[in-house]
């Protein structure tokens, strides 16, 4: 029987006899058995009582060790059965990838993972990041995520319902997903989706550039304020605003609404319902199918197969109209074969 | 009491008490220690496996100007277990009080 009658030496033979199990298994017992000692004393046991009711710390460390196995890992999972859960991260990049689990895997060697409820909904937040790439799993109807500086990599099921990625620096990356809604907002990273299915993307950044390859959904809407918007993208609506930025979309849609300030426009595809490009500074340079195309520029020149037209031009015949407005820049348009 | 006795039965009474409501390591070893005398460290290597089972969640409550204290809670599948163990208790209770009678 080992007569350890302080807490100060019953912390240090149980972190002594625990030093070979990982690091955050280790770390999260101190932390208790520190509250344990804590709460104790605040109700008036002294922590020889304290360490009595605990029994021998020979015992306790044996226990702890066969419940941990013989490699010393604890095995750390978490359900999450909530239809809502809110991921907030400090900092990083975001990676999103398709996936089959159905459960929220995170290895504790990387971070630890700290959860609490709010009504229904369950938090969980993730600290001491220690190695620059993390990965999660999860499955939920909604995740909600917020991010500021780490690489972290999530691998969501087929069954998505939701993703909501919310970035200060970080990028956001994804392939391959199948997912209804996803809300994708960083401040300066840049959001890079590719080959993408779905009813609602939704894609914010402010100086951060927008890439979308290959991405199939109903509706696009996006938003940047320095960056790029780089747009391949085929559904039934896109909406977007630019300020500074250049737009540069391909595809086929049904109606096309997009505004910039000081950057270009340029569009290449299929448009089958009234849209309109307006840009105040830059040039738009368009090369769509037949329709008809409504241009105007204040100072710049519309070009229409080399002729040169002033201030407002009109052509084609088709149902669908495309407006196309330009304070200064020039305006380009081209039929496509 | 039997000691290994406690250890099985500790299971189920933990279970129980996390169901009646959420608690931290502390509140829930003086519940315990005061009705069984086990070892409050059994108490959280249990709590450890019952985490790592996903019968227990734990959330943290800000601890004003302490350190946030860590909670436990059961999960959906954590509430089912324990129904079950209390259905087997009372029926294993049962059948040894009529052995013994």
């Known amino acids: 029987m080992n007569m350890i009658t302080t807490r100060d030496e019953y912390m240090t033979a149980l972190a002594m006899g625990l030093k070979d199990i990982d690091h955050d298994g280790l770390n999260d017992l101190l932390n208790e058995m520190d509250q344990y000692f804590k709460d104790g004393i605040n109700q008036g046991k002294s922590e020889k009582e304290l360490c009595e009711a605990l029994g021998d710390v020979d015992d306790f460390i044996q226990e702890f060790k066969t419940m941990v196995g013989n490699n010393g890992v604890t095995n750390h999972e978490l359900m999450v059965s909530n239809d809502g859960v809110s991921i907030d991260v400090d900092n990083g990049d975001v990676t999103i990838k398709m996936g089959e689990s159905f459960q929220c895997n995170y290895d504790p060697s990387v971070f630890d993972m700290i959860s609490d409820h709010d009504g229904n909904n369950q938090h969980i937040r993730f600290e001491s990041i220690r190695k620059s790439t993390i990965s999660i799993t999860v499955v939920n109807d909604l995740i909600n995520f917020l991010s500021s500086s780490h690489q972290i990599e999530i691998v969501v099921p087929g069954s998505m319902h939701a993703v909501n990625i919310n970035t200060e620096n970080g990028e956001i990356h994804g392939d391959g997903l199948t997912i209804d809604t996803m809300v994708l907002t960083s401040k300066r990273g840049d959001i890079e989706i590719k080959n993408s299915h779905g009813l609602t993307i939704e894609c914010t950044t402010q100086a951060g550039d927008i890439e979308l390859v290959n991405c199939d959904h109903d509706d696009l809407r996006f938003g940047s304020n320095m960056g790029d918007v780089t747009i391949g993208f085929n559904g039934k609506t896109i909406t977007g605003q630019c300020d500074l930025g250049d737009i540069e979309i391909n595809g086929d849609v049904n109606r096309i609404d997009i505004k910039d300030s000081k950057g270009d426009i340029d569009f290449n595809g299929w448009i089958h319902e009234d849209s309109s490009m307006t840009t105040s500074l830059g040039d738009i340079d368009i090369k769509t199918n037949d329709i008809r195309i409504v241009a105007k520029t204040s100072l710049g020149d519309i070009d229409i197969d080399g002729d040169y037209h002033h201030g407002y031009y009109q052509l084609g015949n088709g149902s669908a109209t495309l407006s196309l407005h330009t304070s200064t820049g020039d305006i380009t348009v081209d039929t496509l074969d | ?101």
């Open chain 2, 1 to 101: 009491m039997n000691p290994q006795w406690k250890k099985g039965v500790l299971e189920v009474v933990v279970l129980a008490q996390l169901a009646k409501k959420d608690q931290y390591g502390y509140e829930l070893s003086e519940t315990i220690h005061d009705q069984m005398d086990v070892t409050t460290a059994s108490l959280y290597v249990l709590l450890k496996r019952f985490v790592n089972d996903g019968l227990v969640t734990t959330y943290l409550v800000d601890g004003g100007s302490g350190p946030a204290r860590k909670y436990y809670a059961l999960t959906e599948s954590g509430k089912t277990k324990c129904h079950e163990l209390i259905e087997q208790w009372l029926a294993f209770v049962t059948n040894v009080n009529t052995l013994l009678k």
